[in-house]
């Protein structure tokens, strides 16, 4: 039992994280259609980011940690933002209209090159990173196991929750959550209306890029190290979140992330740490046959 | 600034260049490449030791990127407000290279043969050209059998090197525990290469075009991670060793045989050369892409391969016609598994060594990479763009750790500047009318 709930709140963490950027990969598909296969490699610009602002942040001389945590999120969340922003701009937006392969390979070619673009100027090897938030408490003892539930994995939880919350209100109350939900029913009626479309397009690359940002920082504080290729897994088990959770919808993408992060804890807690990523290839293909428009997504119609 | 731009206009054909305008927008350029370079290309991170990390900044490197980005920004778009009327000269050429190349096919191909069957004999070649040259078949192999499945039936196949990797382990394991020889094992791996794909597909080939791709995706990784881990068989990471090499009609190649076997020297009366045995396998690879290619290019002409071109560009219309789409998809996998099932087993006998790094995502990638940069459906664009990527690294090993970036930004520009890929061949084999009476 003690055993199980620490592997509950183990996948619960790590589901947060996959949520976090599996809301990027919905978004930008139920707008514009396409599997933004480079959203994998900005959370792993978001976590360098997130590092370097740590790091120069400690030699200006900032130590109180809350500080520090709160301005190191901001730093990646824009930068990353950027990244995101930019990536639509130079290598999706021309492709618009294309067929349809076309995106998607240039988003392959994306991912190869900002992989490589990191290797090159961080180098290959991981980079370490103490702990800054240390401690916890423990929720309760059975047989000399003590089930454990850290600050930081409070922390991630807490984090992913604001932001999920935040979110939401501002797809469902704002003008550009208004203008973004317009143009994920029909873009040409959108463009009609007077909604800027590649403007609505840019901010949801934007919003995707700063919540990969934020978990990108979060694996960094949870696993102390990343290196450039981190985003090819995480990116390919966070889209596997959104197609569990239904494609296009965003607490769908959430509760896939949280699904996808309990089914790795417990295969690599009961079965085998070997086979934790195929657990997750697996359930993507069975999802993909069986229920094509996940557990809360709606069906899709093929016009002619 | 009226001044600056009535100044630019030469005669009434050119529009009004904005200067200011295009300044502004290469101004704003330089910021955005600013902000995206302060963070990763300012500042470098090193290890100083103990788990810690230092930083160097690099902020001239910055200056240098904004730059570049403003000189590069201003001209494309100065090229752009002049070209816009006509295509662009490379573009054109392009073109033209392609129906060129259409129209004189059969020519460049025996010409390409023929330079393919004497480079062994020319006498600028060495062993490392051989080398070289058995690399790139193997890529064109390799590209051809995707091209089937990608080029001509339009399914995006983002895990094919899984199909490599089963066809390199077949034999691998044939070889160490069956005793088999690479020209007994080639068509198991083919078989059993085709088999994966026939049990992979069938129950994804349903999915739309980019949900298949990533479930490809995934079937290879999963090949890969099985292959890792399944030590007592697979050997994990350390792989499987000492493959035998391929025998020319029972006489292998070896300074000495054991007690009465023939090596190929003394069988011909050569004098022994480790160079024979390189050329050797340089004509398998060379058979081998020849017949991959025969193969297909007469597949494209039977119903099946009609009906694979239709799927590619209107599965509902294929439906309404009474084209069964699962069983057309299954057929196209299928022989594209077996494909590049047979390439695996040729490159398990040409390493003689096999682990689990050589089939990694970023192979599926170069290969796919291969297909679309040649032109999807383009047998001649694939050995130009097999030729291109393998040996373009090559020329300056200083390039070497810039490989994968160029080659990444290539693929992009590319699908940018030419969807279709160099040489695009979308044109249907078969036509209703001749091509004569069409448009113009």
């Known amino acids: 039992m003690a055993y199980f709930l620490q592997q509950l709140i183990n996948g619960l963490t790590l589901g947060s994280i996959y949520g976090l950027i599996a809301i990027g990969y919905t978004m930008v598909y139920g707008i514009i259609g396409m599997i933004n296969f480079a959203h994998g490699e900005i959370y792993m610009i978001g976590a360098f980011i997130s590092i370097i602002a740590l790091l120069v942040l400690g030699l200006i001389g900032v130590s109180y940690v809350p500080l520090a945590l709160a301005l190191v999120l901001l730093t990646a969340m824009l930068f990353t933002a950027i990244y995101g922003w930019t990536v639509e701009r130079v290598a999706y937006r021309p492709l618009r209209g294309s067929f349809r392969l076309a995106p998607l390979i240039s988003a392959i070619g994306t991912s190869i090159f900002l992989q490589n673009y990191v290797q090159i100027l961080q180098g290959a090897r991981g980079k370490p990173m103490p702990p800054l938030v240390q401690g916890g408490f423990t929720i309760f003892e059975s047989g000399g196991f003590a089930v454990r539930l850290s600050y930081l994995q409070l922390l991630i939880m807490l984090v992913t929750l604001a932001l999920m919350a935040g979110f939401s209100t501002l797809i469902a109350t704002t003008p550009l959550g208004r203008a973004q939900r317009a143009c994920e029913q029909d873009m040409q009626m959108a463009s009609l209306l007077g909604i800027d479309v590649d403007r609505v397009i840019s901010m949801t690359f934007v919003m995707g890029a700063a919540l990969a940002a934020v978990a990108g920082l979060m694996v960094t504080l949870y696993y102390g190290v990343v290196d450039f290729f981190i985003g090819f897994l995480a990116g390919v088990k966070a889209f596997t979140a959104a197609v569990l959770g239904g494609i296009g919808s965003l607490p769908g993408a959430m509760l896939g992330g949280i699904l996808i992060g309990l089914i790795e804890a417990f295969w690599s807690g009961y079965f085998s740490v070997d086979y934790k990523d195929v657990s997750v290839f697996v359930v993507l293909i069975l999802v993909l046959v069986f229920r094509p428009t996940g557990l809360l997504g709606r069906p899709e119609l093929e016009k002619v | ?440």
């Open chain 2, 1 to 440: 600034m009226t001044a600056a731009s009535g100044r630019a206009v030469g005669n009434s054909t050119v529009a009004t260049v904005d200067w200011a305008a295009l300044l502004k927008d290469a101004v704003i350029a330089a910021l955005v490449a600013i902000l995206l370079a302060l963070p990763l290309v300012g500042v470098e991170t090193y290890d100083v030791g103990g788990g810690a990390l230092g930083i160097r900044t690099h902020f001239d490197r910055v200056a240098i990127a904004a730059a570049a980005v403003f000189a590069g920004r201003l001209a494309l778009q100065i090229r752009q407000r002049f070209l816009r009327r006509g295509e662009s000269r490379i573009a054109a050429i392009l073109s033209r290279l392609t129906a060129w190349s259409n129209r004189q096919a059969l020519r460049l191909t025996i010409a390409g043969v023929a330079f393919a069957a004497a480079l062994p004999f020319l006498p600028f070649s060495s062993r490392y050209l051989i080398d070289l040259a058995t690399t790139v078949l193997i890529y064109v192999m390799l590209g051809w059998g995707l091209n089937v499945v990608v080029g001509l039936a339009g399914l995006l196949d983002l895990g094919y090197v899984a199909f490599y990797a089963v066809g390199a382990y077949t034999f691998a394991l044939s070889a160490r525990d069956l005793g088999l020889t690479f020209w007994q094992a080639l068509p198991l791996s083919g078989l059993v290469a085709a088999s994966f794909g026939v049990i992979l597909g069938f129950p994804v080939l349903r999915l739309r075009g980019d949900y298949l791709a990533i479930v490809t995706l995934g079937f290879g990784e999963i090949i890969r991670i099985v292959l890792l881990n399944w030590s007592p068989v697979t050997g994990g990471p350390n792989g499987i060793s000492d493959i035998p090499r391929p025998s020319f009609f029972g006489l292998p190649f070896a300074r000495s045989a054991p007690e009465g076997v023939t090596t190929f020297h003394q069988f011909f009366g050569f004098e022994f050369s480790p160079n024979q045995r390189v050329t050797y396998i340089y004509f398998v690879i060379l058979t081998l892409a020849l017949v991959t290619n025969l193969f297909t290019l007469r597949l494209r002409r039977l119903p099946i391969g009609r009906a694979w071109e239709a799927l590619r560009e209107d599965e509902v219309a294929c439906r309404a016609l009474g084209i069964n789409p699962t069983n057309v998809k299954l057929s196209a996998f299928g022989i594209g598994a077996m494909l590049g099932g047979f390439a695996g087993c040729f490159f398990a006998t040409r390493q003689g060594f096999i682990s689990p790094e050589s089939f990694t995502f970023i192979e599926s990638a170069t290969i796919l990479a291969i297909v679309v940069l040649g032109g999807m459906g383009s047998q001649m664009g694939v050995v130009l763009a097999a030729i291109l990527l393998v040996t373009l690294p090559e020329f300056g090993r200083a390039f070497a750790e810039f490989r994968m970036l160029i080659f990444g930004a290539a693929m992009v520009a590319i699908m940018v500047w030419r969807p279709r890929g160099l040489l695009a061949h979308r044109e249907p084999s078969l036509l209703l009318a001749p091509r004569s009476t069409r448009g113009s």
